[in-house]
């Protein structure tokens, strides 16, 4: 498993997994609940993860729609 994106903006998550799901990329979205933690102010970010023989692919597609990985 490895971390494609990391970011405070929900809308963001959503739109990647929607773009990698069809392509036939399996994506785990992780930390989605802990905005119960910081009390739903968004300052805690999300990760989205992807099985390691995926993760080129993935990142490829986020580049290509201007999703910025981070790496």
Known sequence: M???LRTTDPTV??????L?????IAV???????????GSMGILPQ???V???DHFMA???LTDNDI???Q
């Open 20 to 24: 990698l799901e069809g392509e036939g």
């Open 51 to 53: 099985a390691d023989r």
């Open 68 to 70: 910025p990985t981070g």
């Open 28 to 38: 785990f979205p992780l930390d989605v609940h802990m905005s119960i933690l910081d």
């Open 13 to 18: 998550i959503a739109f990647a997994t929607a």
């Open 2 to 4: 490895k971390e494609l």
């Open 59 to 61: 990142r490829a597609v």
């Open 47 to 49: 990760r989205l993860m």
